[in-house]
């Protein structure tokens, strides 16, 4: 990158797996939390997915933290967070 070059959007999509009976869901099985922060001309949207209560299926992502400059937004964020997850099989 040269000196007149910045980052204007990154994605960064992590996975946890959180053991069966963890006090964050409780149930019998292992259930996996995706986080994924998409970040844009320096603000920031947070988001979440699990396969909570049914495993192997991913529920809809979950905002969990967007910055006041991408509010309106949202839902594109929320699409684009799908196409990315997409991108995982």
């Known amino acids: 990158m040269t000196a007149t070059e910045r980052p204007v959007l990154e994605a960064t999509l992590t996975e946890r797996l959180l053991p069966a009976h963890d006090p964050a869901h409780g149930t019998p099985d292992p259930m996996l939390l ?10 920031e949207a947070r988001f979440e997915q699990t396969d909570y209560g049914h495993p192997g299926r991913f ?3 979950v905002p969990r933290g967007i910055d006041g400059s991408l509010q309106a937004r949202a839902a594109e964020l929320q699409r684009a967070c799908d196409a990315l997850s997409r991108l995982l099989l």
């Open 34 to 43: 995706r986080t994924l922060r998409l970040r844009i001309a320096g603000a």
């Open 59 to 61: 529920n809809a992502w």
